[in-house]
């Protein structure tokens, strides 16, 4: 159930312990062993974003864990967003916390509920892939919830370079640099690890995340009444393309969204639809961004950093090199295998010098569930037939 590298960073962890993991190594079922090994006797708690929770890879993993091992877990899933109104509920418990820069900030209500809840707890480990993306004023939470600092003046006091700064008529000190280095890097060493995917020397090149969402109520909807906003839905392909639509953008977005917070890594996300591209499009924060579809042709001519490429099938999906890219999402699935396997291909090539995780996103009991069967059967998905027998036709 483990590779190597994560039973090493088990064997080095303490109780109390942040995971730096990279994307794509596996950090769930790191944590769930984590809390096996120091607090089973305890209940466990886990803080993940909406979207992590929505999408049920939690409740999955852990139900794979429970039932390899044959034991039962108990445990809850609290949102971020509930997290400063409740965290008094859960004293005792053992808690994790995914995508734990969310919490950095040490003067925000969520990083304060965080560190009362640590200090309530029965001990818990963080969960991020960037700890400090912008520096050690990332950190500052970090070190006061594992004892090296009373809090953020204190760390400021011994570590921080300051330097005047004039807004208007106002001078306000700001911290521009950082000494001592080497008493941080020694601290945050004693109770953190962080691994890359290349560093994972046993992990494969190419490693697979199935994404699982509910089909939305617009999908239901249209599914039954072949109708949304007054517009018909009346001719088999207008049918199968608002289905392949509407099997849920909130959720894919917002899941979407969580993934580019959480990694400075080079993004490809392949899309079927105009309006995908808008949506997706609108919530990019701090990345650049290129585009491949019909109406435009935007690759990097040198290797980016931090970017996210949006690659439309019917554009891209053959004769370009993604190699700068590591991590690919397919938003929506195409119905060639062919198309899916020469995009997959961009990225995973010769030439691609980091291993590489694949996002596929897959909405349950819906049409798109269907084209993800046809793809993984290396065959062609049949618009035709599945409107034929799960529909039953359209007049």
Known sequence: MLYDFQKEALNNANKNYLYALDTGT????????????????????IIAPPAKIKEGGWDKDISFVEKSYNIKIAYEILSYGKLSKDWRLYRDHFVIFDE??????????RGKAALHLTRQSDGFCLLTATPMSNGWQDSYNYFIMFGCFKNKTAMNKRHAIYETKFFGMRQIPQVVGWQHENE????????AVSISKDEALDLPDLVY??????????????????????????TPAKLAAGLRFYTNQKDKLDYLSVLMEGTKENIIVFYQFKQELENIKGIIKDKIIYEVNGQCFNLPKTVPENSVTLVQYQAGSAGIELQYANIVVFYTPTYSYQDYSQSLGRAYRNGQTKKVTVYQFNTEDTIEEKVWDALSNKKDFSEKRYLDTKLGGVS
């Open 209 to 234: 995340r199935k994404v699982f969402f509910k089909p939305s109520t617009l999908y239901r909807k249209l599914k039954r009444d072949r109708v949304i906003n007054d517009e018909p839905y009346d």
């Open 184 to 191: 941080l890097e020694k601290m945050y060493q004693s109770f």
């Open 26 to 45: 596996g950090k769930t079922i790191t944590s769930i062993h984590h809390y096996l090994k120091h607090a089973f006797d305890k209940k466990l708690l």
């Open 100 to 109: 734990a820069h969310y919490i950095k900030n040490p003067t925000s209500q």
